[in-house]
C-alpha cells in the first residue's frame, strides 16, 4: 500500500512545482498540500471506507477546493497559461476518484449526479457522456435520469443525434412513460427550431447551402409529428395531448401541428372533461375589439365577451358530457371568473348572476362536488333565506359529510332560521358519532342566536347522548358541556338531571350539587316552577 500511495504523490510533483513556479501557491503551501495528500491516500486505502469521509469531508472535497483556490488566485494575478499543466491532472485525479466511488456504491445517484454537476462545472463534457452511459446501464428503471442525459447531449455536446437516440431507449424501458416523451417531443422540436435559424441566416448571408445538410423531414416537422403519433397511440388521454400541444405552441413555426392536435382532440377526446375545459379557456385569449379596449368600460366589455364564448364551449360540454366532472370545470371556471378583481360593477354583477346559475343548475342536477357549496355559500350570503334550501338539499346527497352539515347548520344559525333543529336533529341520525369532527356539529348546534333552538338543540344533544350511551354518556355530555348547558337549561332537564343520579345507575350524592347549579342559573319564574316541582319530587308527589 505504501509503495501506491508513494507513486501518486510523486505523481502530483509537476502541477504542484508548476503551482509554486508559476506564483500560484508558496513553497510552503506546496508541502502543506503534500502532506495532507499523502494522509488522504493512506485513508483512501484503508480496508474499510467510510462513504461521507471519502465523498464529502475529505478527498473529493479536498481536490474540488484546491482547484477553487487555483481559479481564485488565477483571477487574482491574471495569469491565464498552463491550465493543461496545472488544472488538467487534478480534474482527472478527481474523475479518477468519482469512478471509484461510484463503482463501490453503485446504488448511491445522488454521487453519480455529483459527477456529472463536476463535469459540467469543469468543462469535462466528454466526460459526462461517459459517466451517463454507465449510470443508466446500472439504473435504467429511472426515467428522469435518461431525460437528464438526453438533454445533456443535446445542451452541452450540441448533439441531437445521441439525444434521440437516448430518448429511443429510454422508451424501450419506459413505452409509457409521459414524462419521457413530452421531453423527447420537446427535444425533436428545439432541434428543428435550430435548423430552421441555420438555415435562415445562411440564406440571409447568401451563401451556397449545398455544402450543408439539412434534412426535410426535420425542417418540415414531419418527425416531430412522427413522435406525437406514437406518443397518442400509447398514451390515449387528453391530458396527455394537450401537454403536448401546449408545447408545440412555445415554437412559431408550428401553426400547422398545433391545428392537427386540435383537430385530433376534438374528433377523439371529447368524452373527457379536459378537453372541454381546454378547448373552453382558448376563448379567453381570442382577439379583442380594437378601439373599445381604449376604456376601462370598453376593456370589461371585452373580457365579458370572451368568458361568455367560454360559457358557450361549457355548455355544449355539458349537453355532450353531463357529468360531475364536467360540471366541476364549468363551475371552476366561473369561480375562478367571479374572484378576479374589477372596479366595473357590471361585469362583477354578470360574473356573480353566471356562477349562480351554473351553482343551481349543478346542483338541480346532483351534480355539484361537495366542496362547491360552501363558496356558494360564501359568495352569495347576500341571498339570505334562499341559501336555506341549498344548504338544507346540501345534507341530503353528502348524508355522512361533517363539513357539509356543519356548513348548513351554520348557514341557518347566522339566518336565523327557525329548520336549525330540524337539521340538527338529522345530523345526529345520519353522521357517524365517532367521527373525529363530529363535536364541531354540537358545537355549532349549541351556539345557536336563537333561544328557543338552542334550548331544543341542547335537549337533542342530552337525549341523543343519553340513546347512544346510556346515563353514563350523558353525564359526560353535560359535564364537558357545562357552560352551554347551564345557562339555558328549562326546570325540566335539571329535574331529569337529578332523577336520573338517584337512579340506580346514578350518584344520589351529587343531587345537593346539582340542585344548587339550577337555582344558580335558573332565572325569573324559572326559579319558582323549579323549586314547586322539586318539592313535589321529594314528597313523591312526581
Given at each position: 500500500?505504501?509503495?501506491?500511495?508513494?507513486?501518486?504523490?510523486?505523481?502530483?510533483?509537476?502541477?504542484?512545482?508548476?503551482?509554486?513556479?508559476?506564483?500560484?501557491?508558496?513553497?510552503?503551501?506546496?508541502?502543506?498540500?503534500?502532506?495532507?495528500?499523502?494522509?488522504?491516500?493512506?485513508?483512501?486505502?484503508?480496508?474499510?471506507?467510510?462513504?461521507?469521509?471519502?465523498?464529502?469531508?475529505?478527498?473529493?472535497?479536498?481536490?474540488?477546493?484546491?482547484?477553487?483556490?487555483?481559479?481564485?488566485?488565477?483571477?487574482?494575478?491574471?495569469?491565464?497559461?498552463?491550465?493543461?499543466?496545472?488544472?488538467?491532472?487534478?480534474?482527472?485525479?478527481?474523475?479518477?476518484?468519482?469512478?471509484?466511488?461510484?463503482?463501490?456504491?453503485?446504488?448511491?445517484?445522488?454521487?453519480?449526479?455529483?459527477?456529472?454537476?463536476?463535469?459540467?462545472?469543469?468543462?469535462?463534457?466528454?466526460?459526462?457522456?461517459?459517466?451517463?452511459?454507465?449510470?443508466?446501464?446500472?439504473?435504467?428503471?429511472?426515467?428522469?435520469?435518461?431525460?437528464?442525459?438526453?438533454?445533456?447531449?443535446?445542451?452541452?455536446?450540441?448533439?441531437?443525434?445521441?439525444?434521440?437516440?437516448?430518448?429511443?431507449?429510454?422508451?424501450?424501458?419506459?413505452?409509457?412513460?409521459?414524462?419521457?416523451?413530452?421531453?423527447?417531443?420537446?427535444?425533436?422540436?428545439?432541434?428543428?427550431?435550430?435548423?430552421?435559424?441555420?438555415?435562415?441566416?445562411?440564406?440571409?448571408?447568401?451563401?451556397?447551402?449545398?455544402?450543408?445538410?439539412?434534412?426535410?423531414?426535420?425542417?418540415?416537422?414531419?418527425?416531430?409529428?412522427?413522435?406525437?403519433?406514437?406518443?397518442?397511440?400509447?398514451?390515449?388521454?387528453?391530458?396527455?395531448?394537450?401537454?403536448?400541444?401546449?408545447?408545440?405552441?412555445?415554437?412559431?413555426?408550428t401553426k400547422q401541428l398545433q391545428d392537427s392536435i386540435l383537430q385530433d382532440l376534438q374528433t377523439n377526446y371529447t368524452e373527457d372533461s379536459v378537453t372541454w375545459d381546454f378547448m373552453a379557456k382558448r376563448e379567453l385569449d381570442a382577439p379583442g375589439a380594437g378601439e373599445e379596449l381604449q376604456s376601462a368600460k370598453g376593456r370589461a366589455s371585452d373580457i365579458n365577451r370572451r368568458e361568455e364564448r367560454c360559457c358557450q364551449v361549457y355548455e355544449e360540454g355539458v349537453k355532450s358530457l353531463n357529468t360531475e366532472s364536467m360540471w366541476t370545470c364549468y363551475v371552476a371556471f366561473c369561480l375562478e371568473r367571479q374572484k378576479r378583481k374589477t372596479n366595473v360593477q357590471e361585469l362583477k354583477e354578470q360574473r356573480q348572476e353566471r356562477l349562480l346559475g351554473v351553482l343551481?343548475?349543478?346542483?338541480?342536477?346532483?351534480?355539484?362536488?361537495?366542496?362547491?357549496?360552501?363558496?356558494?355559500?360564501?359568495?352569495?350570503?347576500?341571498?339570505?333565506?334562499?341559501?336555506?334550501?341549498?344548504?338544507?338539499?346540501?345534507?341530503?346527497?353528502?348524508?355522512?359529510?361533517?363539513?357539509?352539515?356543519?356548513?348548513?347548520?351554520?348557514?341557518?344559525?347566522?339566518?336565523?332560521?327557525?329548520?336549525?333543529?330540524?337539521?340538527?336533529?338529522?345530523?345526529?341520525?345520519?353522521?357517524?358519532?365517532?367521527?373525529?369532527?363530529?363535536?364541531?356539529?354540537?358545537?355549532?348546534?349549541?351556539?345557536?342566536?336563537?333561544?328557543?333552538?338552542?334550548?331544543?338543540?341542547?335537549?337533542?344533544?342530552?337525549?341523543?347522548?343519553?340513546?347512544?350511551?346510556?346515563?353514563?354518556?350523558?353525564?359526560?355530555?353535560?359535564?364537558?358541556?357545562?357552560?352551554?348547558?347551564?345557562?339555558?337549561?328549562?326546570?325540566?332537564?335539571?329535574?331529569?338531571?337529578?332523577?336520573?343520579?338517584?337512579?340506580?345507575?346514578?350518584?344520589?350524592?351529587?343531587?345537593?350539587?346539582?340542585?344548587?347549579?339550577?337555582?344558580?342559573?335558573?332565572?325569573?319564574?324559572?326559579?319558582?316552577?323549579?323549586?314547586?316541582?322539586?318539592?313535589?319530587?321529594?314528597?313523591?308527589?312526581?
Amino acid at each position: 500500500m505504501a509503495e501506491i500511495v508513494q507513486q501518486r504523490i510523486e505523481d502530483r510533483i509537476p502541477e504542484l512545482e508548476q503551482l509554486e513556479r508559476v506564483g500560484l501557491f508558496t513553497k510552503k503551501e506546496v508541502k502543506s498540500i503534500i502532506k495532507r495528500a499523502t494522509a488522504l491516500e493512506y485513508k483512501l486505502h484503508r480496508l474499510i471506507v467510510n462513504k461521507e469521509d471519502f465523498i464529502i469531508l475529505v478527498y473529493l472535497q479536498y481536490e474540488i477546493n484546491i482547484l477553487e483556490l487555483i481559479k481564485k488566485r488565477r483571477a487574482h494575478i491574471r495569469y491565464k497559461f498552463k491550465r493543461e499543466e496545472i488544472e488538467f491532472p487534478i480534474i482527472q485525479r478527481i474523475n479518477s476518484i468519482f469512478k471509484r466511488a461510484t463503482n463501490k456504491w453503485k446504488d448511491d445517484v445522488q454521487l453519480w449526479l455529483s459527477h456529472v454537476a463536476f463535469c459540467k462545472k469543469w468543462g469535462t463534457k466528454g466526460q459526462i457522456s461517459k459517466v451517463f452511459s454507465t449510470m443508466l446501464a446500472i439504473h435504467p428503471d429511472k426515467p428522469a435520469l435518461w431525460i437528464m442525459a438526453a438533454k445533456s447531449e443535446l445542451e452541452d455536446r450540441d448533439s441531437s443525434e445521441s439525444a434521440r437516440h437516448l430518448f429511443l431507449r429510454a422508451l424501450r424501458f419506459h413505452p409509457n412513460n409521459k414524462k419521457v416523451y413530452q421531453e423527447y417531443f420537446r427535444m425533436e422540436l428545439l432541434h428543428c427550431e435550430k435548423l430552421r435559424k441555420q438555415k435562415q441566416e445562411l440564406e440571409r448571408a447568401a451563401m451556397d447551402l449545398g455544402e450543408y445538410e439539412f434534412s426535410p423531414e426535420i425542417l418540415s416537422g414531419k418527425l416531430v409529428e412522427v413522435v406525437y403519433r406514437d406518443a397518442t397511440g400509447k398514451i390515449k388521454e387528453a391530458a396527455f395531448v394537450i401537454s403536448l400541444l401546449n408545447i408545440a405552441a412555445i415554437f412559431d413555426f408550428t401553426k400547422q401541428l398545433q391545428d392537427s392536435i386540435l383537430q385530433d382532440l376534438q374528433t377523439n377526446y371529447t368524452e373527457d372533461s379536459v378537453t372541454w375545459d381546454f378547448m373552453a379557456k382558448r376563448e379567453l385569449d381570442a382577439p379583442g375589439a380594437g378601439e373599445e379596449l381604449q376604456s376601462a368600460k370598453g376593456r370589461a366589455s371585452d373580457i365579458n365577451r370572451r368568458e361568455e364564448r367560454c360559457c358557450q364551449v361549457y355548455e355544449e360540454g355539458v349537453k355532450s358530457l353531463n357529468t360531475e366532472s364536467m360540471w366541476t370545470c364549468y363551475v371552476a371556471f366561473c369561480l375562478e371568473r367571479q374572484k378576479r378583481k374589477t372596479n366595473v360593477q357590471e361585469l362583477k354583477e354578470q360574473r356573480q348572476e353566471r356562477l349562480l346559475g351554473v351553482l343551481h343548475r349543478a346542483h338541480d342536477g346532483s351534480l355539484l362536488k361537495e366542496d362547491y357549496y360552501k363558496n356558494w355559500v360564501s359568495s352569495f350570503f347576500c341571498l339570505g333565506l334562499a341559501l336555506v334550501i341549498v344548504a338544507m338539499a346540501a345534507t341530503q346527497r353528502y348524508s355522512q359529510s361533517v363539513s357539509v352539515w356543519s356548513l348548513s347548520l351554520q348557514t341557518l344559525i347566522q339566518l336565523g332560521s327557525a329548520d336549525v333543529g330540524k337539521l340538527f336533529q338529522d345530523a345526529l341520525t345520519h353522521v357517524d358519532p365517532k367521527v373525529h369532527t363530529y363535536t364541531h356539529i354540537h358545537t355549532l348546534g349549541l351556539l345557536s342566536a336563537v333561544p328557543a333552538v338552542a334550548m331544543e338543540m341542547k335537549a337533542a344533544y342530552l337525549d341523543w347522548s343519553h340513546t347512544t350511551g346510556g346515563y353514563k354518556k350523558a353525564r359526560k355530555t353535560f359535564t364537558s358541556a357545562n357552560t352551554f348547558f347551564c345557562c339555558c337549561f328549562c326546570e325540566d332537564l335539571w329535574l331529569a338531571y337529578i332523577q336520573e343520579e338517584l337512579g340506580p345507575l346514578g350518584q344520589p350524592q351529587n343531587c345537593s350539587k346539582i340542585h344548587w347549579r339550577a337555582m344558580k342559573f335558573l332565572e325569573g319564574e324559572s326559579v319558582e316552577r323549579f323549586t314547586s316541582k322539586y318539592t313535589l319530587h321529594q314528597t313523591g308527589h312526581i
